[in-house]
């Protein structure tokens, strides 16, 4: 299975951006299968590169 293309119009949208204060705290959520620290180098994240790099 392949991921499908990006919609035709992604070039005329305008992403989201929030200003987090410095002082904020933030979470984490991650799979109970690997610690926070995990580091996975498999194309098969999210935000992983297709190659695996």
Known sequence: MTAP???ADLHTR???LLVIPADTDL???YTAAYEPIY???SDLGRFNA???S
Do not use: T
């Open 27 to 29: 979470h984490r959520f």
């Open 39 to 41: 580091f996975d180098r």
């Open 14 to 16: 305008v992403p989201e």
């Open 50 to 52: 297709p190659d695996g």
């Open 5 to 7: 293309l990006p919609p």
